[in-house]
């Protein structure tokens, strides 16, 4: 089994900042990509920044040069540093790693998914 664990959320003010992190913890074989999407109410969810296992990174032009993607591939954990937060960045952020588990002689990869936490921006 499988586990996705979220922490970091919660409430700053405009132009703050927020360090979301995300461990993944069971059966585990191995990780490749890993990343964060979110959802605003009303919106659809959309992909926040994602890093492969190599180590490359991507990002929505709407965060770019005020989030960064990292990992820490012995701890099975991706952050999500969030600097500069504006109003727009309110939404619940989801993080996702793709990971390979075995069954039997078999390697099975899917995403996994965490439960989510709360980012708001507000004075």
């Known amino acids: 089994q499988v586990q996705l664990v979220e922490s970091g959320g919660g409430l700053v003010q405009p132009g703050g900042s927020l360090r979301l992190s995300c461990a993944a913890s069971?059966?585990?074989?191995?990780?490749?990509?890993m990343g964060w999407y979110r959802q605003a109410p009303g919106k659809q969810r959309e992909l926040v920044a994602a890093?492969?296992?190599?180590?490359?990174?991507n990002y929505v032009d709407s965060v770019k040069g005020r989030f960064t993607i990292s990992r820490d591939n012995a701890e099975n954990t991706v952050y999500l540093q969030m600097n500069s937060l504006e109003p727009e960045d309110t939404a619940v952020y989801y993080c996702?790693?793709?990971?390979?588990?075995?069954?039997?002689?078999?390697?099975?990869?899917?995403?996994?998914w965490g439960q989510g936490t709360q980012v708001t921006v507000s004075s």
């Open positions: 890093i492969t296992g190599g180590g490359s990174t």
């Open positions: 069971g059966s585990i074989f191995s990780i490749d990509d």
């Open positions: 996702y790693s793709l990971i390979a588990t075995t069954q039997g002689v078999a390697v099975r990869r899917r995403n996994y």
